[in-house]
């Protein structure tokens, strides 16, 4: 059983069966929704929205610690994590997917593990490579299996927020060899890390970065809507077919 976080543009799993909602509480506190055991495409999940069903959690706020203590009280055997993002690299236009291998963590402020306060141990976790590689594969495959075009590299740049970057610091990250742009990356991943929950991120591109494409002066907040709701059509299939991966 897999668990699957919703972000921006997926607070619902559309095509969930058997819904069983489930309020929930960790020792890190309450995570940012109830959880919903279900069946996708016949197999059963856990989903999760991010930001809350009513999107009303910004990206700072996120309980990151609870959100995979829950899931991890839950039982699942690894999370796929959909994450809305703004494309850097030329190719990464508004509407295309992306399974990023690498990140770079620029957030603050933000509790980044679960090994801090004065009855934890020290405790040091390879984050060499930040995403599983099998179910980076999974996902691959299931969008190859679906014809559905997909980026199978990428590094994912995460910001604080929740404002948008300056150009500014777009160029930064561009120089600093970052392909995409979001705000809820991390800790979440390295949280998965240290609970020993496999993690992969399906990343859509919701906007050229500030500074690139249509975003040269500012980015266009009125078309984002619509090219999410585009491109959830070929992420849910690809959650389906992903899950039923072996």
């Known amino acids: 059983m897999l668990g699957i976080i919703g972000g921006s543009g997926l607070a619902k799993l559309v095509g969930l069966q058997n ?19 279900g069946d996708l495409d016949g197999v059963s999940v856990v989903f999760m929205a991010r930001h809350g069903y009513g999107h009303t959690i910004a990206p700072q706020d996120i309980n990151y610690r609870a959100n995979i203590a ?51 141990p020290v405790v040091h976790v390879d984050f060499t490579q930040p995403y599983d590689a099998a179910m980076r594969s999974r996902l691959l495959a299931a969008a190859h299996h679906l014809e559905t ?15 948008l970057e300056t150009a500014a610091e777009i160029r930064r990250l561009e120089r600093d060899g970052c392909d995409m742009v979001g705000m809820t990356g991390m ?25 690139k494409g249509d975003a040269s002066s500012a980015v266009p907040m009125d078309a984002i809507g619509l090219v999410l709701e ?6 849910l299939p690809i959650l389906g077919r ?3 991966q072996p």
């Open 187 to 211: 800790p979440e991943a390295v949280l998965a890390r240290e609970a020993e929950l496999p993690y992969a991120a399906l990343a859509v591109v919701a906007n050229y970065a500030a500074g």
């Open 149 to 163: 075009p997909v980026f199978d590299t990428g590094c994912y740049a995460c910001m604080s927020g929740p404002r």
């Open 230 to 235: 585009e491109a959830m059509k070929r992420v």
């Open 242 to 244: 992903a899950v039923r």
């Open 70 to 120: 829950a899931l991890k009280q839950a039982g699942v055997a690894g999370i796929i994590s959909v994450a809305t993002v703004g494309g850097i690299r030329s190719d990464l236009v508004p509407g295309k997917l992306a399974v990023p291998d690498q990140l770079i963590d620029y957030s603050t402020g933000r509790v980044g593990t679960y090994y801090s306060g004065p009855d934890q």
């Open 19 to 37: 819904v069983r909602r489930e309020i929930t509480r960790t020792r890190w506190g309450q995570p940012s929704s109830a959880l919903s055991f």
